[in-house]
């Protein structure tokens, strides 16, 4: 059974940074992509990064600059560096495993705040 299970956020002041991991428990095969997502109140889930399998790199505009995201396959962890965080970054961030023709797998997320 995969479980994908998200660490290291909380409570930054703006301009601060976070380091949030993602610990993939279980074999998965064919990935596509891993990603990090978030959702803010009231707002749709969006794309925060991705690691496409081949290694290229993805950024949504509003992260890009200021986030950074990179797979350790030995551990098997998705890791997001957070820096220069703002008070619009405050979201549930979800991990993401993107698998080709099948259901993705999804953390339950964590709660990343910032405040001003």
């Known amino acids: 059974q995969v479980q994908l299970v998200e660490s290291g956020g909380g409570l930054v002041q703006a301009g601060g940074s976070l380091k949030l991991s993602c610990e993939i428990k279980g074999s998965i095969f064919s990935v596509y992509a891993w990603a990090w997502y978030r959702q803010a109140p009231g707002k749709q889930r969006e794309l925060v990064a991705d690691?496409?399998?081949?290694?290229?790199?993805n950024y949504g505009p509003s992260v890009k600059g200021r986030f950074t995201i990179s797979r350790d396959s030995a551990k098997n962890t998705v890791d997001l560096q957070m820096e220069s965080l703002r008070p619009e970054d405050t979201a549930v961030y979800y991990c993401?495993?993107?698998?080709?023709?099948?259901?993705?797998?999804w953390g339950k997320g964590i709660q990343v705040t910032v405040t001003s």
């Open positions: 690691i496409r399998s081949g290694g290229h790199k």
């Open positions: 993401n495993v993107d698998i080709p023709g099948a259901i993705d797998f």
